[in-house]
């Protein structure tokens, strides 16, 4: 059984930083492509990042260049961390789970992911 759990949310100033993480446990999950995503209120579910199994990374437009996402097997967490964050990036933030081995455009489509956290709310004010 996957489990994911976020963590790393909260109030931040426009400019400022913050990283998420996201606890992940299950077997083979180190093969797994992980991707954030995030809903804003009133609005639908959207991509922020994604990597695979082989390391390859795909981003949101409007967030290139300012948000990293990064992958620790050994530690079994997936990290975004955000920085000169704006009023728009103001959402609750998912990690997800793929368990398919796919290409890593495929990644930007919330309907190939198995596994879904909680979220974790990030808002930025300015």
């Known amino acids: 059984q996957v489990q994911l759990v976020e963590s790393g949310g909260g109030v931040a100033q426009t400019g400022a930083s913050l990283r998420l993480s996201c606890a992940r446990s299950g077997s083979r999950i180190a093969t797994y492509a992980m991707g954030w995503f995030r809903q804003a209120p009133g609005k639908e579910r959207e991509f922020v990042a994604a990597v695979n199994w082989l390391g390859e990374t795909t981003y949101k437009d409007s967030v290139k260049g300012r948000f990293t996402i990064s992958s620790d097997n050994a530690e079994n967490t997936v990290a975004l961390q955000m920085n000169s964050l704006k009023v728009e990036d103001t959402a609750v933030y998912y990690c997800?789970?793929?368990?398919?081995?796919?290409?890593?455009?495929?990644?930007?489509?919330?309907?190939?992911?198995?596994?879904w956290g909680r979220g974790t709310q990030v808002t930025v004010s300015s």
């Open positions: 997800a789970a793929d368990r398919r081995q796919r290409l890593i455009d495929s990644s930007r489509y919330a309907i190939n992911y198995d596994y």
